[in-house]
Every structure is written in structure tokens, then in C-alpha cells.
């Protein structure tokens, strides 16, 4: 069964940093591009940032310069470091497989982040 | 504000056929396939149509999509009550270098 589970959501003071997982399983995961698409609570999908297959990244105007997206292939694993956190990043953030043509295919359940002093 | 727009809201009653529009630029509709996302309630979205008017294996033929110029639209015909949920259009956008989202619909079966 092709699944995505998310890992690393919690509660951070504003200017902290967290570290988002996600566990890839199903498929092969190198052959994917990948993406963190996030959704505040009663609102809408914004997403965040996506990488290749050979590692180009790509990012939201808003957190480029403030959130890293990585792959560890060998662990099938998709992560997001991110810093500088502001009350407007506090959402669920999904792992999102980029299938080709079908873009966001698989979805995982998501993490929450709160950002909050 | 999303740089797709979508109405807010749609309805219809069972049976019937509704449509739900996405409005983008050329920058990203113009230029660049359109993608439709189910989200029902509690849950994470999933997939539509893909390609413009391509469906996923498992996705009923009463979802249909189309594509004209800067806009797109996605038709469900034969409306059930178990359609009722948001539903989010999304493409690449070249001026911005990345994926972006209509704000969403939301579709009430009354």
C-alpha cells in the first residue's frame, strides 16, 4: 500500500524551529518529486515547497530563505527544517508524492504546527 | 488572497449537474495543465482530475474537467450526497516558480 505519514508537529514559540519527517512506503520513493503543501485550520491549501528527483528545490515567496526541504532516499524520507517560525505558519502541513502527470497523487495525514507563545 | 479563484460556494440537488470554476493567468492556467482536489471533511484531499480532464483509476466518470484559455472548470454530474466537500483546482505558476491553490469550494447537496 503506497502511504505517507508525517512526524515532528508541535507547539513552538515564535522565532523557534522544528523539524518535519515524512515515511514514505509503497513505492519507490526516488523516482518521486516531493512536496509540503500546508492548510491553516478552516482554510484553504497553500503549498510550501517541493524537491526533484535530483534534489532541485523549490519554495513558497514567504518561507524561502526560512524553511529547507531535504530527501534521504535511502530511508525514504522527506523532511522540512523549519526556522523562524511566525503565527502565520501554524497549520497542518501534509507530505505530498508529486506523481507525473497526476502532480499531488498521494497524500499523507498530516502534522499540526502551532506556533504560539 | 489565492492566485486562482474560485467561487466560494456551489449546490445543487441530487441528481443534477453542478460546475465549479477556476480562474488563473497565463502565467499559470494559460500556460500549464490544471489539477482538481476532493477534500472531505477531516480528511486529506485527494486527487480528481489531473492533466486538465484526466481521472485517477477509481474516480467516477460523473467527475469530468475542462480547460479554455486562462479558466478552468470541473462538471460533476448525477450529484450524491456523499459529494458534498471542498473542492480546490491548482497548476504551476511560472511567474511565481511554483505550485499554487484556488481558494476552494465549498458544495452543498441540499
Known amino acids: 500500500e503506497v502511504q505517507l505519514v508525517e512526524s515532528g508537529g508541535g507547539l513552538v514559540q515564535p522565532g523557534g524551529s522544528l523539524r518535519l519527517s515524512c515515511a514514505a512506503s509503497g513505492f519507490t520513493f526516488s523516482t518521486y518529486d516531493m512536496h509540503w503543501v500546508r492548510q491553516p485550520t478552516g482554510k484553504g491549501l497553500e503549498w510550501v515547497s517541493g524537491?526533484?528527483?535530483?534534489?532541485?528545490?523549490y519554495y513558497l515567496g514567504s518561507v524561502r530563505g526560512r524553511f529547507t526541504i531535504s530527501r534521504e532516499n535511502a530511508k525514504n524520507s522527506l523532511y522540512l527544517q523549519m526556522s523562524s517560525l511566525r503565527a502565520g505558519d501554524t497549520a497542518v502541513y501534509f507530505c505530498?508524492?508529486?506523481?507525473?502527470?497526476?502532480?499531488?497523487?498521494?497524500w499523507g495525514q498530516g502534522t499540526m504546527v502551532t506556533v504560539s507563545s | 488572497q489565492s492566485v486562482l479563484t474560485q467561487p466560494p460556494s456551489a449546490s445543487g440537488t441530487p441528481g443534477q449537474r453542478v460546475t465549479i470554476s477556476c480562474s488563473g493567468s497565463s502565467s499559470s492556467i494559460g500556460s500549464h495543465y490544471v489539477y482538481w482536489y476532493q477534500q472531505l471533511p477531516g480528511t486529506a484531499p485527494k486527487l480528481l482530475i489531473y492533466?486538465?480532464?484526466q481521472r485517477p483509476s477509481g474516480v467516477p466518470d460523473r467527475f469530468s474537467g475542462s480547460k479554455s484559455g486562462t479558466s478552468a472548470s470541473l462538471a460533476i454530474s448525477g450529484l450524491r450526497s456523499e459529494d458534498e466537500a471542498y473542492f480546490y483546482c491548482a497548476a504551476w505558476d511560472d511567474s511565481l516558480s511554483g505550485w499554487v491553490f484556488g481558494g476552494g469550494t465549498k458544495l452543498t447537496v441540499l
Open positions: 492533466s486538465n480532464n
Open positions: 524537491i526533484g528527483t535530483s534534489g532541485d528545490t
Open positions: 505530498v508524492r508529486g506523481g507525473d502527470p497526476e502532480a499531488f497523487d498521494i
